[in-house]
Nanobody
Framework: QVQLVESGGGLVEAGGSLTLSCTVSGRTFSDYYMGWFRQALGKEREMVAATSWSGNTKYYLDSVKGRFTISRDNAKNTVYLQMNSLKPEDTAVYYC?????????????????WGQGTQVTVSS
C-alpha cells in the first residue's frame, strides 16, 4: 500500500512563502514522477509542478514559473514544493501525487497515488 503524506500548508499574506513536503511510504519505485497539483474552490484540479526521479526533468505551470520550485530527496522519499511570492490566486488545496512510470503525466488521471491534500490560503 502506497501512502503519501503532505505537510506545510497554512495561511500566509500575499508576497509570502511556504514550503510543502510530501513523504512517500509503502513501496519504492525505481523510476517514477512526483507531482504537485492544486484545486481551488469550484475549479478543476491542475498540475502545478512535476519532477522526474533524477530531478533532471521538471515541469511548471506557467503561472508559477519563477515563483515555485519543486525538488526531491530520494534518500528520504520526500518531494518538496517551495512557493515564493505567493498570490491570492494561489489559494487552493494542494495535493502530492505519484506516477510509477518513467514519463511525465500532466493530468490527475495519470497519477494513481495521492496524498490527502493540504490547504494553502493566501490573503491579500
Amino acid at each position: 500500500q502506497v501512502q503519501l503524506v503532505e505537510s506545510g500548508g497554512g495561511l500566509v499574506e500575499a508576497g509570502g512563502s511556504l514550503t510543502l513536503s510530501c513523504t512517500v511510504s509503502g513501496r519504492t519505485f525505481s523510476d517514477y514522477y512526483m507531482g504537485w497539483f492544486r484545486q481551488a474552490l469550484g475549479k478543476e484540479r491542475e498540475m502545478v509542478a512535476a519532477t522526474s526521479w533524477s530531478g533532471n526533468t521538471k515541469y511548471y505551470l506557467d503561472s508559477v514559473k519563477g515563483r515555485f520550485t519543486i525538488s526531491r530527496d530520494n534518500a528520504k522519499n520526500t518531494v518538496y514544493l517551495q512557493m515564493n511570492s505567493l498570490k491570492p490566486e494561489d489559494t487552493a488545496v494542494y495535493y502530492c501525487a505519484a506516477r510509477p512510470i518513467a514519463t511525465i503525466g500532466y493530468t490527475r488521471y495519470e497519477y494513481p497515488y495521492w496524498g490527502q491534500g493540504t490547504q494553502v490560503t493566501v490573503s491579500s
